[in-house]
């Protein structure tokens, strides 16, 4: 068909929907329009804000000790929670598709709760089980464990919200993958261990980094959840994001903006990451009645 | 090494997908293990393998009780329906995967040499360094089958084998598998739904019928003695007609079979239909043609007896008799069985 012969749909072919150039143009452009507004104009800002009093600034608001001490402790949290998911991650594939038991399609379910649910409900659960009213609260005392507005409180937060991340990519490429592979390495006389690392790893390795990357974009992100247990102490419990709304509440627009270039950037990265993965053939399965991620408050 | 099981039960759930077996497979022969799906044929085989475990009954590799001797353990080869060969794995790492996890410990060189002499056993020569992915169907199920020699196994076990290739290859492959089975003489079960699959390859047919055998027994056994109406109608096309039995006569439709050692009732009357003879007058069951259909080497004739029944046939290509034509079938060597 020359669409540019075609000034309106000819009428002994069935009409399609978007086939008028009026109506593809205008959708074309409410589209573009909107991508600039609301994703290309804020990520600008950032960038130019972030420099606006010039290099030197920026240099000294990523150099200030509390800043420094957010991006340290954003780091170490996605250090621990993130190789705790994708164990758990891996875990919980390898049962819900390997196994049979009773149980099975509820455990599924339950694994993408933190996908459907606020990550600000996570958080205010956690007061309850943890703080010093809660459920353990008189306990985590007296043995002088202290979870809440301290770094296990913030791992806590961040497992709770990223645990699907990579179960969720791993288990419809196992289910498709059945258990013939391990059945079959078995037969030749492997062990569980060697049949894992030389037959399983390195069949799901793409689509475990895949989800490793996501999970590892969330936590560094994480605002909602983090932001009720960790109390927020500057130098000593702020997290990046929560380091930024700090920052912008100090009316410091320009350091707010800095710090937020730092956590713009990793998604870039994870950008890359995720294209990169993607070509390798990881991620497009089809997902199991997965919602859509939730976009963070 | 011989196989044999004792009275093995396997349960899912609430399914009982066999019902207390007992088989014997001799040193160095070839069976067949034949059913339609869900007669349990792959679960016994699972179970010989170790890949299940029987819920009761005893599986002995030769004196040795291997019940619940683990599948890493137990030294059988086992060769599953879509392969199931590593595809990170080019072909020569696929056939050494087993050498180089086994307890015992080979040097490199010699595990190189071994799958160099599988490849050429299984006619692959030269394609150790592509992947299973660049190989053909028929060439993945004979990698797959090096594999599974490659660690010596006591007994060889395969899981529809071809079920996943088309006719030619099909056809190909189970005459190469028989040659490589007198080659190196090792005990083989297969499992199949395919009875001519079954006929071709295997030195004895195990038939089995939701969870139990109904009948075992050479090739030839099996096809001129059927024991049932099922290995019947499971053995190729049949056709069947009610009868009445009386005094070791069966009655089908006014003609009279012999049914010898047959208890008086209802029975079933069954035949092939490549022994039916079309008559346009004399002895038989009268009938009248309602179709015809031409085959490369034959005429297959669809007609309804007076009685109301439907029969199918071969007539030879010559046949002309066509639609509606009126005649008698005489049937030979039909078989009279009780009525469910």
């Known amino acids: 068909m020359n669409s540019k012969e075609m000034t309106r749909p000819r009428r002994k072919q069935p009409p399609r929907v978007g086939d008028h150039p009026a109506f593809r143009r205008s959708l074309l452009a409410v589209v573009i329009l909107i991508t600039l507004l609301m994703v290309v104009a804020p990520l600008l800002v950032i960038g130019v804000q972030a420099f606006s009093l010039g290099i030197g600034y920026f240099g000294e608001t990523i150099a200030n000790s509390d800043t420094r001490h957010a991006i340290l402790l954003t780091a170490l949290t996605a250090l621990i929670a993130v190789p705790i998911n994708t164990v758990f991650g891996i875990a919980a594939a390898w049962a819900i598709t390997k196994f049979d038991f009773p149980g099975r399609r509820f455990l599924l379910v339950v694994i993408e709760i933190p996908f459907s649910i606020s990550p600000i409900v996570a958080g205010v659960s956690y007061l309850f089980v943890y703080g010093l009213q809660g459920l353990f609260g008189d306990m985590l005392q007296s043995a002088d464990v202290k979870i809440l507005f301290a770094l296990p409180g913030i791992v806590l937060a961040s497992l709770f919200v990223t645990a699907p991340f990579v179960a969720r990519e791993l288990i419809p490429l196992m289910q498709a993958q059945g258990r013939d592979l391990e059945e079959a390495a078995t037969s030749l006389g492997a062990s569980g261990w060697r049949t894992f690392f030389s037959v399983t790893l390195p069949n799901i390795k793409w689509a475990m980094l895949y989800g490793i990357v996501l999970c590892n974009a969330r936590v560094m992100g994480e605002f909602g959840a983090v932001s009720v247990v960790s109390g927020n102490i500057r130098g000593q419990t702020n997290t990046l994001p929560l380091h930024i709304e700090l920052l912008y509440h100090d009316y410091n627009t320009v350091g707010a903006f800095a710090a937020a270039s730092i956590l713009a950037l990793l998604a870039v990265v994870t950008l890359i990451a995720k294209v990169a993965l993607e070509r390798r053939g990881a991620g497009r399965r089809p997902t199991l009645a997965a919602p859509a991620p939730q976009t963070e408050i | ?340």
């Open chain 2, 1 to 340: 090494m011989k196989i044999s099981l004792h009275n093995v039960v396997k349960t899912f759930d609430t399914f009982r997908a066999v019902h207390g077996i007992s088989l014997e497979v001799e040193s160095g022969e070839l069976v067949a293990l034949l059913g339609p799906s869900g007669s349990g044929k792959t679960t016994i085989l699972r179970m010989v393998a170790g890949l299940e475990f029987a819920d009761g009954g005893n599986i002995y590799f030769g004196a040795e009780d291997a019940t619940d001797i683990a599948v890493r353990d137990r030294g059988v080869g086992f060769v599953f329906q879509h392969y199931a060969l590593f595809p990170h794995m080019t072909i020569g790492e696929n056939i050494a995967f087993g050498m180089k996890v086994s307890k015992v410990k080979r040097e490199k060189s010699a595990i190189a040499t071994r799958v160099t002499e599988l490849l050429r056993l299984v006619q692959l020569d030269g394609l150790q360094d592509r992947f299973p992915a660049q190989i053909s169907g028929g060439q993945r199920q004979r990698v797959a089958l090096a594999r599974a020699l490659a660690v010596d196994p006591k007994v060889l076990l395969l899981d529809e084998p071809f079920g996943a290739l088309d006719a030619n290859v099909r056809r190909d492959l189970r005459r190469w598998l028989r040659q490589i089975h007198d080659e190196l003489g090792i005990t083989t079960l297969f499992v199949t739904h395919d009875q001519e699959e079954a006929l071709d390859l295997a030195d004895r047919v195990v038939i089995l019928d939701k969870g139990r055998i109904v009948q075992n027994g050479t090739p030839e056994d099996v096809c001129r003695n059927p024991a049932n109406a099922f290995v019947m109608n499971f053995l190729g096309d049949a056709n069947r007609l009610p009868a009445t039995i009386q005094a070791g006569t069966a009655h089908v439709e006014g003609v009279p079979f012999q049914a010898p050692d047959m208890v008086d009732g209802k029975g079933e009357l069954f035949f092939r239909p490549t022994d039916i003879d079309w008559r346009e007058q004399g002895e038989g069951i009268p009938a009248t043609i309602l179709r015809v259909i031409d085959r490369p080497d034959n005429r297959r004739v669809l007609a309804r007896t007076d009685g109301g029944h439907a029969v199918e046939f071969d007539a030879p290509p010559e046949f002309s008799h066509g639609i509606g034509a009126a005649g008698h079938l005489a049937i030979q060597r039909a078989r009279v069985f009780a009525a469910p």
